[in-house]
Structures are given as C-alpha cells and as structure tokens.
C-alpha cells in the first residue's frame, strides 16, 4: 500500500512517516510537549516522537557501500540500501534545522522538509566524484529547507517573481563555474531577457527576512541582536554633523567643490578630473587634501 503525507504542498512516502508520526505512550503523557517540536525527556532530545539519542551513524566507508548498493543494485536492495542511508543520516538532517531554531518555524516542519532534501541529495549524489557525502547532502538539505521557508513565509511573493529569482540563481551558478567567476547584474538580465532592475527586484523579494532580535554574537554573558547594529539617523548629534558638513563644504572655493564632487560623488580618480577639468594630477591631488583639510577644520 502507497501512502503520502502532507507537510504543506510536501508529500512524503509512507516508508519514511515513522520517523515523523507522534509517539503516544500513556506513561509519559506528562512529557510529550503538546505543541510539537523538539523537547528534552531525561535529558534526550527527541523531535516528531523520535528519539535523536538512538539514532544510528554510518561510517563514510558504510555510506559508499549502501550508495554504490543504490545505484548498482536489484530493486530490493537499493530499496534497504536507500532506507538504511536515509536512517543513517538524520543526524546530518538535525544538525542543520539547528541553524534555523530562531525564525519561529516548528521543527517538527522543517525535520520533515529537511529529510526531503536528504532523500534527494541520496538519489542525486554522484558516486564517481571524490567528495564526501555530507558535503554534497548539507547544501541540499539547507536549500530545500529554504525554499520551503519562501514558499510558505508570512511574506507572499507572487509565483513568476520566484521563478525569475530561481532562474537568476540557476544563470548564476552556471556562469560563475564556466567562467570561474560571478556574472553581473546585466549579464544575468541579458540570459532571461527581463531588465536588470527586474531581476534585482526578483532576487530581493525571496531574501529572507530576519527579526530585530536575532542574536549575532554571545559571549555567553552579553548577546548582541541586530537590533543593536542598527543606527539611528535621526539622533541630535547626526543632525547637526550633517549642518556642519553642508557649511563647511559651502566654505570651500569653487574649483574645490568641483574636485571633491568628481572625485567621492562621481567615484572619478584624480587622473579623470585632472583631464576633465584641466589642470595637472599633481594639482588635483593638492587641491583636493587642501579641501579636505578646511572641512576638518570646520568640523
């Protein structure tokens, strides 16, 4: 008999559910935590009633059998060799659903969409490459647990605006192997035909947004949250920095506006303002430390 079940548009086949179903046990009722999600009993983590204490470790000697068994093997093998590696693996699942323990999700969730990507870097992996399985299976995991989290965030963003932003990133990852380095902005525009500021807007709409209290570094006494790396640009003393800036700037000659507009506007060198405005690079350089030395001055 095939069964599925549903994790939001997410199917997973009956021979993998045991992992996610609840445990019921009467005598410890007091212990299951009702709303889901990992929860510590007699100090063992358990999550989707599974006990992560118990579960099994493959060596990568193990893993390369039970692979090349998938591959090469009749149907009843590659089917235990499948089951055996998915069982093997899922501490690999729960090491990463670990990086994302702050953005509110249920664990219960993304254990499940994790073990989705697991089951598809098995059946991707390429056994002739000389990479180790875990450094192929951690990117699929955290891909799929991404794009599970952009397609199910409290942010809707409509379905051609993903695929454009998708497809940027496929173009990306192309370009940036076959010319060993990263496309611009245009290029990427040019391979989809769409204008580059489409496909800056795409790729913005599917970043990820994070809550002003995710914390960015801890000490283990004192925990930085992005909230604390964020200015304020309407504080007092800002504002009146930014008045002295404009007067001291208003002080200088003109010739002197000229250069420092050219040259930190413009992102121009000293050579190009030279040939622009008509005068030596030597003298462009002294005018424009002198001018720089009259705003510190003011300031």
Not at 21 to 34: C, E, G, H, L, R
Not at 59 to 77: A, M, T
Request: aromatic residues 8%; glycine residues 6%; hydrophobic residues 35%.
């Amino acid at each position: 008999m095939h069964c599925t079940s549903k994790v939001g548009m997410i199917y997973i086949p009956t021979c993998f559910l045991y992992f996610f179903v609840y445990s019921v046990n009467n005598n410890n009722n007091n212990n299951i935590n009702k709303n889901g999600g990992i929860h510590l009993l007699y100090n063992k983590v358990e999550i989707c009633g599974v006990n992560t204490s118990k579960l099994p470790v493959l060596s990568e000697e193990r893993k390369q059998q039970l692979l090349n068994i998938i591959r090469n093997g009749s149907p009843s093998q590659s089917r235990i060799a499948r089951e055996e590696m998915i069982n093997g693996n899922l501490r690999l699942v729960l090491s990463v659903i670990q990086r994302f323990g702050n953005r509110g999700e249920n664990p219960d969730d993304l254990f499940q969409v994790g073990c989705i990507g697991l089951i598809k870097a098995i059946d991707n992996f390429n056994c002739n490459k000389d990479v180790r399985f875990s450094t192929y299976g951690v990117p699929m995991i955290i891909g799929e647990i991404r794009r599970h989290l952009r397609d199910y965030n409290s942010i809707r963003v409509s379905r051609s605006l993903r695929d454009t932003a998708y497809r940027a990133m496929q173009i990306k990852e192309k370009m940036t192997i076959e010319n060993n380095q990263e496309p611009t902005v245009e290029e990427i525009a040019q391979k989809l035909e769409v204008s580059k500021e489409f496909v800056v807007i795409a790729l913005e709409s599917i970043v990820e947004p994070i809550s002003l209290y995710e914390p960015v570094f801890s000490d283990g006494i004192d925990t930085i949250y992005v909230m604390d790396q964020l200015g304020d640009t309407n504080d007092e003393q800002r504002w009146l920095d930014k008045i002295a800036l404009k007067e001291a700037i208003y002080s200088l000659e003109k010739r002197e506006k000229i250069i420092l507009s050219l040259r930190f506007f413009k992102g121009k060198t000293q050579t190009e303002v030279a040939n622009e405005i008509g005068i030596s690079q030597a003298q462009v350089s002294r005018l424009e430390k002198a001018a720089l030395a009259k705003i510190k001055k003011e300031l």
